[in-house]
C-alpha cells in the first residue's frame, strides 16, 4: 500500500478552516509531496460545520482516502462529529481551554493545546489554529523552517508585527509539541519534486488559456464559480475578455457570438445553468459555431445541496437541446485531466463546428490536487479548422461563391468569419440551405432539409475517429472488473489496489469521452472480463442505463451513492465483497462521516 | 457605432440586396424600415462585409436574409446577447440588431435592460408592431390596454411597457423613435444610431397591417409629432426625454429624444482590447506569463 498521512481539520465556516489547510498544502507540496485535498462544506457564510481532508504522500495522491491520522477539531462540534473516526495510531490535537474531548478509540492519542498559556487569545483570534499547525509539523517530524517561510509570506502584506506575532505563535505550539506529544511513527519524507496545488476550477480556467480560450462569460454558480475567478483574475495578464452576464441564457449566447465572430470562446455553470443554456447549444449546433460549456455537477434537482457533489446530470446533458445534432461530451477524470480536456475539446468543436460539453463535478472543480509543473502544458497543439479569417489569396472566393453550409462528405463545411470580404452570409437557427437562406418558412423544401440534416450528422462518423476508445487498466483477467466515469476513477483506482491486496483481482475501465462513446470498443473489452459493476455517484445508475441504451450491456452489479459527499475506497471495497458475496446486487454505501 | 474605415469599392443599394425578397405581408412596416437600413449604410459607405446584422425570431427578425451583409438569425430573445458577444470578440464591425416587441420586450426584456446599462456598442433596432405577428396575433409587450388579440379575446388587462421610458432608465446612451412611414427621418435616426459610440435605441412604429387593426398607419400619422420641430426640445436633457417618453394619445413623439457621448461604450473600458480585435490576438498565453500562472500556484 501507498504510504499516505491524512489530517482533518473541522470547524465552522468563517472560523478559519481554509488557512490551516492552505499552510499544510503548501508545506506539502514543497516538500515535494503529492497531496489531494477535499473540502465538504455547506451553503453558509458563517457557521454551519465544514470539514477539510488533506491527504498527501511521496505518491500521487488520488482520492481522500479511508483514514485520518490527524484530527484538528476547532470547535466542540467538530471534536464531537469526528472523533470517533481516529483509530489506532492517530491523535486529535485541540483547544483545551474550549473543547472537552470524548473517549477516543483504542490507540488514538489526544494532544491537547493550553492554548491561552501558549499566545495572547484577545489579541489573535486565530491563535489556536496557529497553534495547531505548529504542533501537527512538529509531530510529523518537519522542520519549523518551512512554517515560518509560510507564514511569512502568507502575512507579508501586513507588516513585520503581524509576520513575528503569527510566526511567534506557531513556534510556541511547535516547541509544546515537541515537549509533549510523541510524534507519529514515521516522519513524513521530502522529495526534490516541486509541484503546483490546483483546484479542477482553476485547471479548467488555465487549460482555457492554454487552449487559446479569448472570451469567458458566466453568471456565479456554485461549484464553477471558481473558473469565474481565476478568469477574472487573469484575464488581463492572459488577454481573455472576461464578463458576468445576466443569466446562464445570456452567457451562453454571448459565448456564442462571440465564437461566432472567430475566437475561442468557453463558459462553465451547474446543472441549474446547465438548464437554461439547452436552447443555446442547439443554436451553436445548428448555427456550426463551436463553443465549450462546462457543467460542474452539484446534488439536484433544483437548487438541490449547492456544495455537495454528484454525477446526476449525465441525462441532462445527453438530452440537452431538442432535435438531433452532433456534439462532444466529456467527463475529465482528475484535476490534471481538467486542465488537459480543455485544449482537447476545443480542437474538436473547432473541427467539426460543434459544441463541447465538459461534464465535471464538485469533487474535482473545487478539490485540490498537486501537479506537476511539467504537466501543465501552455503551448498544447490548437486545431481551429477550417476557418477563414481573411480573403483568399488565389482570388478564387468572392460574392455568390462562397456557401457557409456547403453539403460536403465530411459534414464540414470551411467557416468564414464576419469581416472577410466576399464571405457575407447569414448564419441561421432556422433551418437554411447550403447558402444561409432558410428554408424553415417560405421555402420549407423535404429533401433540402433532408440533406442539411445528413451534412450535420455526418460530422459524428468524423467525431468518433478522432476521439479514443477507453482503455481497460489492470489485468485483464481480474476477478472484477469496476466500471466508472469522470471524478471516480482515483478512488475507484485505490480500490482496486486495496481488493487486489486482499486476494481479489481488479481491473478498471474509466469512461472519458461520453460523446461520443465507442459502445463497440466497451463490448470488447467488457465481453473478457467475469463481473463488472458500475461505480457511480448518483440515485438511478444514469451511466449504467446510458450504457445499456447504447450497447444493451448488463453489467453485474451497481455501487451508487447520492448523499452528496463523493466515495472512499474502503465504500467500494466493501461493497464489491458484498456483491460477490451474492447478498446484493445494489451497494449504497453510507457516509459516515458526519458533515 | 463606430464606423469602420470605408474599402475603396463604392456601396451602392444594389450590394445590400439580400439572396431573397422579404416575406412579410404586403404592406408591412417592416420594408420601410429594412429601406432605411439600405439607404442609411450607402449614405454611411459601410461595406458589407463589416456589418453584422443580428436578430432573433418573429417576422422582423427575419430581416438578416434579406439584406447583403454578415447575418445571424439566431433564438428568440437572444440577439442582444449574441451581438455583445461578437462586438467584444471583433469590435471594429458595426453591429446592427433587428427584431420585434416580442422578441425585445418579452421573452429578451432581461438581455434588453442589461445591454443598455452595459452600453454595448451597437444599434438596436425594434420593428414595434404591437402585435405577435408570425405566431397569428397575440397581445405583445407593447399592445395597449383593452386591445383584444387571440390571446386576450376579452381585451389586455395589462399595461403595456413604454419602450423609450425603459431605455432611458436602464442607461442607454442613444434613444430614439421613429415610424416606418417617415423614411426620411428614419434614415437620419439609422445613421445618428450606427454613429453614436454606445448602446443606440430606435423603436420604430412598424404598422402590422394583417394582425393588428388598433395601431395602423392611419391611427399614427395624425398623432406623430417630430420631436426635431419643437425648439424646445434638447436630446442632452434626460429628465426632459423622461417626460417626453410618457406623451402617448393625441400627441406622440417620434425623432431623437435622448444622446450622451460621455460614456465609454464597453468595448472601450476594458484594457483587453486595447491592442485591437480579440480575433486577431496571439491565441499563445506568452510563455513568462504561462509560467507566472503555475509559480503562484506553488
Redo the contacts between chains.
Keep these: 500500500m501507498k504510504q499516505t498521512f491524512t489530517i482533518g481539520i473541522g470547524g465552522a465556516a468563517g472560523q478559519g478552516v481554509a488557512t490551516p489547510g492552505d499552510i499544510f498544502a503548501k508545506i506539502f507540496s514543497r516538500r515535494g509531496l503529492h497531496l489531494n485535498a477535499y473540502n465538504a462544506y455547506q451553503s453558509i457564510i458563517r457557521g454551519g460545520h465544514t470539514f477539510l481532508t488533506i491527504r498527501t504522500g511521496p505518491e500521487r495522491v488520488s482520492n481522500m482516502g479511508d483514514r485520518v491520522d490527524l484530527l484538528i477539531p476547532l470547535n466542540q462540534d467538530a471534536m464531537n462529529r469526528h472523533l470517533g473516526l481516529l483509530t489506532d495510531g492517530a491523535a486529535c490535537i485541540y483547544n483545551a481551554d474550549t473543547i472537552t474531548p470524548g473517549v477516543p478509540a483504542k490507540g488514538a492519542v489526544l494532544c491537547p493545546l493550553p492554548v491561552s498559556k501558549l499566545a495572547d487569545i484577545t489579541r489573535n483570534k486565530v491563535a489556536q489554529n496557529t497553534l495547531a499547525v505548529g504542533a501537527g509539523l512538529s509531530m510529523m517530524g518537519i522542520g519549523f523552517q518551512s512554517l515560518e517561510e509560510v507564514l511569512t509570506e502568507q502575512f507579508k502584506k501586513k507588516g513585520d508585527a503581524v509576520v513575528s506575532e503569527n510566526v511567534g505563535i506557531a513556534r510556541a505550539g511547535y516547541d509544546y509539541a515537541t515537549a509533549h506529544f510523541e510524534p507519529f511513527p514515521w516522519p513524513l519524507p521530502m522529495t526534490n519534486n516541486r509541484y503546483a496545488v490546483l483546484s479542477g476550477n482553476i485547471a479548467m480556467a488555465m487549460g482555457g488559456a492554454a487552449a487559446g480560450v479569448k472570451f469567458y462569460c458566466a453568471y456565479p454558480m456554485s461549484p464553477s464559480t471558481g473558473v469565474l475567478h481565476w478568469m477574472a483574475a487573469h484575464a488581463r495578464k492572459a488577454g481573455i475578455m472576461v464578463r458576468q452576464v445576466e443569466d446562464e441564457i445570456g452567457v451562453v449566447n454571448m459565448a456564442i457570438g462571440a465564437a461566432h465572430a472567430g475566437v475561442r470562446s468557453m463558459c462553465a455553470t451547474s446543472g441549474g445553468g446547465f438548464a437554461l443554456m439547452s436552447e443555446g447549444l442547439g443554436l451553436s449546433a445548428m448555427m456550426e459555431t463551436p463553443v465549450v460549456v462546462i457543467d460542474c455537477q452539484r446534488a439536484g434537482p433544483s437548487t438541490g445541496v449547492p456544495t455537495k457533489t454528484e454525477q446526476g446530470d449525465l441525462w441532462q446533458i445527453l438530452g440537452a437541446a431538442f432535435g438531433d445534432y452532433p456534439r462532444v461530451i466529456a467527463a475529465p477524470l482528475d484535476i490534471g485531466d481538467c486542465f488537459k480536456i480543455i485544449p482537447e475539446i476545443f480542437n474538436i468543436a473547432d473541427r467539426f463546428q460543434c459544441p463541447g460539453i465538459v461534464l465535471c463535478d464538485l469533487l474535482l472543480s473545487e478539490g485540490r490536487l498537486s501537479e506537476d509543473p511539467k504537466d501543465l502544458d501552455f503551448a498544447p497543439v490548437v486545431d481551429r479548422g477550417e476557418l477563414i479569417t481573411a480573403p483568399s489569396t488565389s482570388g478564387s472566393s468572392g460574392d455568390g461563391v462562397y456557401k457557409r453550409y456547403k453539403i460536403t462528405e465530411s459534414g464540414i463545411s470551411p467557416r468564414a468569419v464576419p469581416g472577410v470580404p466576399g464571405y457575407a452570409h447569414t448564419a441561421a437557427s432556422d433551418e437554411h440551405d447550403e447558402d444561409g437562406v432558410l428554408i424553415s418558412d417560405e421555402f420549407t423544401n423535404p429533401t433540402k432539409r433532408r440533406n442539411m440534416m445528413e451534412k450535420r450528422m455526418r460530422k459524428v462518423t468524423g467525431i468518433e475517429a478522432a476521439v479514443p476508445p477507453p482503455v481497460l487498466s489492470g489485468p485483464r483477467d481480474a476477478d472484477i472488473t469496476l466500471i466508472g466515469w469522470g471524478s471516480t476513477k482515483g478512488v475507484i483506482e485505490e480500490a482496486c489496489e486495496i481488493l487486489t491486496g486482499q486476494g481479489i483481482s481488479a481491473n478498471q475501465l474509466q469512461i472519458r469521452w461520453l460523446v461520443p462513446l465507442h459502445g463497440d470498443a466497451i463490448l470488447n473489452i467488457l465481453k473478457d472480463t467475469r463481473h463488472t459493476i458500475i461505480v457511480e455517484n448518483n440515485y438511478s445508475g444514469q451511466f449504467a442505463r446510458y450504457l445499456r441504451s447504447e450497447t444493451s450491456y448488463v453489467p453485474n452489479g451497481y455501487i451508487r451513492k447520492y448523499d452528496g459527499e463523493p466515495f472512499m475506497p474502503h465504500h467500494i471495497v466493501e461493497a464489491v465483497k458484498e456483491q460477490l458475496g451474492g447478498k446484493s446486487r445494489l451497494s449504497v454505501p453510507a457516509h459516515e462521516i458526519l458533515v | 457605432m463606430a464606423t469602420v474605415l470605408a474599402?475603396t469599392k463604392h456601396v451602392a443599394m444594389a450590394d445590400l440586396k439580400g439572396?431573397?425578397d422579404p416575406?412579410w405581408c404586403p404592406g408591412c412596416g417592416d420594408f420601410g424600415v429594412l429601406a432605411a437600413v439600405q439607404k442609411a449604410l450607402v449614405d454611411l459607405q459601410i461595406?458589407?462585409?463589416?456589418v453584422?446584422?443580428?436578430s432573433g425570431?418573429g417576422c422582423s427578425s427575419?430581416f438578416?436574409?434579406y439584406i447583403?451583409?454578415?447575418?445571424?438569425?439566431?433564438?428568440h430573445g437572444?440577439a442582444l446577447?449574441?451581438?455583445?458577444?461578437?462586438?467584444?470578440?471583433?469590435h471594429?464591425?458595426t453591429i446592427l440588431v433587428t427584431g420585434g416587441d416580442g422578441d425585445g420586450f418579452g421573452i429578451g426584456g432581461?438581455?434588453f435592460?442589461?445591454s443598455m446599462r452595459r452600453n454595448v456598442d451597437l444599434l438596436y433596432i425594434v420593428m414595434d408592431n404591437q402585435i405577435y405577428g408570425l405566431t397569428t396575433g397575440q397581445t405583445s409587450p407593447t399592445s395597449r390596454m383593452g386591445m383584444k388579440t387571440k390571446s386576450m379575446p376579452f381585451g389586455n388587462i395589462e399595461a403595456p411597457v413604454n419602450p423609450i421610458s425603459l431605455a432611458l432608465a436602464a442607461g442607454a446612451t442613444f434613444i430614439a423613435r421613429g415610424f416606418s412611414g417617415e423614411q426620411k427621418q428614419l434614415t437620419d435616426l439609422i445613421k445618428q444610431g450606427i454613429q453614436h459610440k454606445g448602446f443606440s435605441f430606435l423603436d420604430v412604429f412598424s404598422p402590422c397591417v394583417t394582425y393588428n387593426h388598433d395601431n395602423t398607419y392611419q391611427w399614427f400619422r395624425p398623432r406623430l409629432k417630430k420631436l426635431e420641430d419643437d425648439p424646445a426640445h434638447d436630446p442632452t436633457d434626460w429628465m426632459a426625454a423622461m417626460r417626453k417618453s410618457l406623451l402617448w394619445g393625441d400627441e406622440i413623439p417620434i425623432g431623437k429624444f435622448f444622446e450622451r457621448t460621455d460614456v465609454p461604450p464597453l468595448h472601450g473600458a476594458?484594457?483587453?482590447?486595447n491592442?485591437g480585435p480579440?480575433?486577431h490576438?496571439?491565441?499563445?498565453?506568452p510563455?513568462d506569463?504561462?509560467h507566472?500562472?503555475?509559480e503562484e500556484?506553488?
Design positions: 474599402d439572396k431573397v416575406d461595406p458589407n462585409h463589416n453584422v446584422t443580428i425570431i427575419n438578416p436574409g447583403n451583409t454578415y447575418g445571424m438569425h439566431t433564438l437572444r446577447a449574441i451581438a455583445t458577444g461578437v462586438k467584444l470578440a471583433n471594429e464591425l432581461n438581455h435592460v442589461h476594458e484594457p483587453v482590447l491592442a480579440l480575433l490576438a496571439d491565441t499563445r498565453i510563455p506569463v504561462a507566472s500562472f503555475v500556484l506553488m
